[in-house]
């Protein structure tokens, strides 16, 4: 569905995006984790056709994007980082601008779908600057829906949100896999990226590190932590089964041993705090 | 089914939010009607300009710089605050919208903000100083359009162009109100050095304030017509081609 090649695009010396690859399969949820300044921003906005890359390719549903740009803005859906609503007007409004951008049909029997689908529908002549974040936050998704594209990117979907908003988020993000839409999302958190993704791309640096399953990711990197205070804080030593953890933590005073997460995969692959 | 253009869409749903707001009539406003009320009462009909009082000479000029100052402030700060502030510009940029349309819907919108500020400060000089003062001919409608139009691509451009929202200030207090003064609105550029008149005369406010203040077709007001036509044009193509290419 989506196919990246070498991708590259530098700010001034900064390399943000540096020689990225990736292949998305249809109907799947691709996820890029990474900290902060990883590149995960850029790399979307390279792909939603925002900004052009230094070099590489990318293809969208068979659509080289250098050539067939305004094909591509039809098949996708796009949720950015920032909420950039129209806070002066309406819920309503919001969509409805957006329904004419996109050019739809039965403009106004979309709109009401996507309201009431997002649980927004009470709010329709509410303007979007009185709306919690949380619902600015399922506003913006529902706006990218409203084109019932192929493809949707999300861009940190639930940065800032409280637990249980993020967790509505998560549901309706893994309903519309069961629909059959193709999901790229960014995030920093790895709890996210576990529940959601099929498949993970390590970013640090720009720089894609490694990409699999987030069980496998796991795996790869052991899958038991031992725990332990040591002069400098935690000393933190990852193990791949539960036999060589326990000879680990026979040797340091009171250490503790836990199943290992992403986050422990992520600094041991990358070498960086997520 | 015929549908609106959406940018225009866009912008006629937020102007209806903003007009509602005290403020924001009284900062698109207050400027012409003050100079209306201070430079026309105060000078009015004393003294004479070109053959007429000087309410005739002032009143197409405030008009000029009202349909400059809303159509450049409109599509100028929708975009250029879309793009670097609330990022409400990106949407549009990413949605399949040709551009044909995005810089039409500016320019639609631009026109039309023009036209409401022109047809209150209109009112306004109707009620105080009689229809003569009214600029109604032919040729200065059709100048009056064409300043719109030019100023609402022309800040289409610039907010398309500026790296940084202080930019905006810079043009307009650099660029736009300056024009203001040294285009023919307050006062004739006659007295000026010769050099110096006919380069100021070349300014699109000049060609503008000289249709607005003719009742005839001349050799004059066509040269005008045309050079505005083609600043339309260059502006329109060079907005279109910048949203062509546009990235970040
Ligand atoms: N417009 C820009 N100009 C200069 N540098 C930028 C710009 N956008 C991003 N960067 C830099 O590129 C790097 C990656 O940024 P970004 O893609 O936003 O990361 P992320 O979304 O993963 O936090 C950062 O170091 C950032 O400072
Ligand atoms: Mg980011």
């Given at each position: ?32 984790l ?8 850029t790399?979307?906005?390279?792909l939603?056709?925002l ?15 250098r ?18 609503l ?110 959601l ?7 640090s ?5 490694m ?24 000393k ?16 340091l005073?009171g ?6 997460n ?13 | ?56 000479f002032?009143?197409?000029g405030l008009l ?26 990106q ?27 022109c ?8 009620l ?45 207090n ?10 023919g ?5 006659d ?9 100021l ?37 060079a ?10």
């Open positions: 569905m989506i196919k990246v090649q070498n991708l590259v695009k530098r700010y001034g010396s900064k390399c943000a995006v540096d020689n990225l690859g990736l292949e998305v399969q249809p109907g799947e949820i691709f996820g890029l990474g900290p902060n300044g990883a590149g995960k921003t790399t979307i906005r390279m939603t056709t900004c052009k890359p230094d070099s590489g390719t990318i293809e969208i549903a068979g659509h080289d994007l050539i067939k740009r305004d094909a591509v803005r039809r098949l996708i859906g796009v949720v950015p980082q920032e909420r950039n129209d806070l002066e007007l309406t819920v309503q409004d919001n969509l409805m601008v957006y329904a004419g951008l996109y050019q739809l049909d039965k403009r106004r029997q979309r709109v009401d779908a996507c309201l009431d689908l997002f649980g927004l529908a009470a709010e329709r002549m509410t303007q979007a600057d009185k709306l919690s974040g949380g619902m600015q936050r399922r506003l913006l998704i529902a706006r990218a829906l409203l084109s019932q594209p192929q493809i949707l990117f999300l861009d940190e979907p639930t940065i800032g949100l409280d637990p249980q908003i993020r967790r509505g988020i998560w549901d309706s993000i893994a309903t519309l896999r069961n629909e059959g839409v193709t999901i790229v999302l960014t995030t920093h958190y790895m709890d996210e990226a576990a529940v993704c099929n498949r993970i791309g390590l970013l640096n720009g720089r894609l590190r990409t699999d399953t987030p069980g496998n990711l796991q795996i790869s990197a052991g899958s038991f932590m031992v725990e332990a205070p040591d002069s400098n804080g935690i933190r030593t990852l193990c791949p089964d539960r036999e060589q953890a326990e000879m680990v933590a026979a040797l005073p250490a503790l041993i836990r199943p290992a992403l986050e422990d995969a992520f600094i041991a692959l990358t070498g960086q705090e997520l | 089914m015929v549908s609106i253009n959406p940018i225009l869409h866009r912008e006629m749903l937020l102007l209806r939010k903003k007009t509602l707001r005290l403020g924001y009539l009284f900062s698109t406003l207050l400027f012409p009607l003050l100079y209306l009320f201070a430079f026309g009462w105060g000078l009015g009909s004393k003294v004479h300009l070109n053959g007429t009082t000087y309410v005739n002032l009143v197409p000029a710089m009202t349909a400059m100052n809303n159509s450049f402030n409109l599509s100028a700060a929708s975009v250029g605050m879309g793009r670097l502030f609330s990022r409400t510009m949407p549009i940029l990413i949605s399949p919208v040709s551009r044909f349309s995005i810089v039409n819907g500016y320019l639609y919108a631009g026109i039309i903000r023009g036209m409401i500020a047809t209150i400060v209109a009112a306004a000089a109707l105080l100083f009689g229809s003569s003062s009214l600029p109604l001919s032919l040729p200065a409608l059709a100048g009056l359009l064409l300043t719109m139009s030019f100023f609402a691509l022309a800040g289409l451009l610039a907010g398309l162009l500026i790296k940084d929202l202080e930019d905006i200030a810079v043009i307009t650099f660029i736009i109100m300056p024009m203001a003064f040294f285009s609105t307050f006062f004739p550029l007295n000026m050095p010769a050099a110096l008149r006919n380069s005369g070349l300014l699109p406010l000049s060609q503008a304030n000289l249709l607005l203040r003719s009742h005839t077709f001349s050799s004059g007001t066509l040269y005008a017509l045309i050079v505005l036509s083609l600043l339309c044009i260059c502006c329109y193509l907005a279109y081609t910048h949203l062509h290419h546009y990235q970040e």
